[in-house]
C-alpha cells in the first residue's frame, strides 16, 4: 500500500518510528508534502533519509500571504531535487481565510506553471472554493496531471472525472456522516483512485480518537476497496499502480 499525502513533520512520535510503523503495516511508499520553503527542505531531508519516502514541493493557500517571485524561485531550486515527485500542495482556501485570495491565487497559477515546467503531477488542496478551483484548473491545467488530495467534493466528481484529475480519498471517507463521499469512492474508475492519510490530520475512524499516521492508510483503503466491492489485495494493487505511473518511484 501507498500514503500519497502526509507531512511527516508535522506528525509524532518521530519520523523513524513512523516510517517502520508504516512498514509494518504494509505501507512501501509515503509522499511527504512541503507547505512551503522550510517545511519543503523538511520533506526532501525525510526523502534523503528514507528510500520509501519521497517529496512533494509546493506553497499551500493558507501559507501564500506575500508570495512573490522569490518564493517561486524556491519552489524551483527544490523542484529539481531527485527525490521531489510532485508540486503542490496548492490550490484555494476560502474556509480559513489566512491568506488573501489574490495571493492564493498568485501562488496556485505559479505551482501549476511549476508542474507544467518540471512535468510533476500537481496536488491540490480546496475547501469551500470548489468553484474556483475547478475553474482555474480547466482554463490553466491542461496537460498536467491533477491530483484531488483529500477529495471531499462529491457532488463534483462526475465534473472532475472527466477532465481526467486523479481522486485521493483521505480518513475522512471512513467518518460515518460521509455516506456521499463514500458513495463516491466506489465510483471512481480504476485508473484514477489514490489513497492518503493527510497526517496527523483525519484519523480514520477505527483510530479516530489517535492522531494519523502513514501507517493507517491501510484502514482507509480497507474502507474504499470495501465501497468498491474489491478484496483488499486487489485494491491495494491497483492504487500502488496508479502512484508508480504518477510518482514515478
Avoid at 512541503?34 to 520509501?52: C, M
Avoid at 493558507?62 to 527525490?83: I, M, P, Q, V, Y
Avoid at 489517535?210 to 465501497?227: G, I, L
Amino acid at each position: 500500500m501507498i500514503d500519497s499525502h502526509t507531512h511527516l513533520d508535522s506528525c509524532e512520535p518521530g519520523e523513524a518510528a513512523l516510517v517502520a510503523a508504516a512498514t509494518q503495516s504494509g505501507v512501501n511508499r509515503i509522499l511527504t508534502v512541503g507547505q512551503d520553503g522550510d517545511t519543503g527542505r523538511a520533506a526532501l531531508a525525510a526523502a534523503e533519509a528514507f528510500p520509501q519516502v519521497f517529496a512533494a514541493i509546493g506553497h499551500h493557500p493558507n501559507k501564500a500571504t506575500g508570495f512573490d517571485d522569490g518564493h517561486l524561485a524556491e519552489l524551483r531550486a527544490l523542484a529539481e531535487h531527485e527525490r521531489c515527485r510532485a508540486i503542490g500542495e496548492t490550490g484555494l482556501d476560502y474556509f480559513r481565510d489566512y491568506a488573501p485570495r489574490a495571493d492564493q491565487e498568485r501562488a496556485f497559477h505559479a505551482q501549476i506553471e511549476l508542474a507544467r515546467d518540471t512535468a510533476k503531477p500537481l496536488v491540490i488542496h480546496t475547501r469551500a472554493a470548489e468553484d474556483d478551483t475547478i475553474a482555474t484548473l480547466r482554463e490553466r491545467a491542461q496537460g498536467v496531471d491533477v491530483i484531488l488530495h483529500c477529495f471531499s467534493m462529491p457532488d463534483r466528481l462526475d465534473e472532475c472525472l472527466a477532465e481526467g484529475w486523479w481522486i485521493s480519498f483521505a480518513g475522512n471517507v471512513t467518518y460515518p456522516k460521509s455516506e456521499a463521499l463514500a458513495e463516491a469512492a466506489g465510483r471512481v474508475p480504476d485508473d484514477r483512485i489514490l489513497v492518503e492519510t493527510d497526517a496527523p490530520y483525519l484519523t480514520p475512524q477505527p483510530m479516530r480518537k489517535e492522531r494519523n499516521q502513514p501507517a493507517y492508510v491501510t484502514e482507509t483503503a480497507r474502507f474504499v476497496a470495501d465501497q468498491r466491492g474489491q478484496d483488499y489485495a486487489t485494491f491495494e494493487a491497483i492504487v500502488e499502480r496508479n502512484a508508480a505511473r504518477l510518482f514515478r518511484w
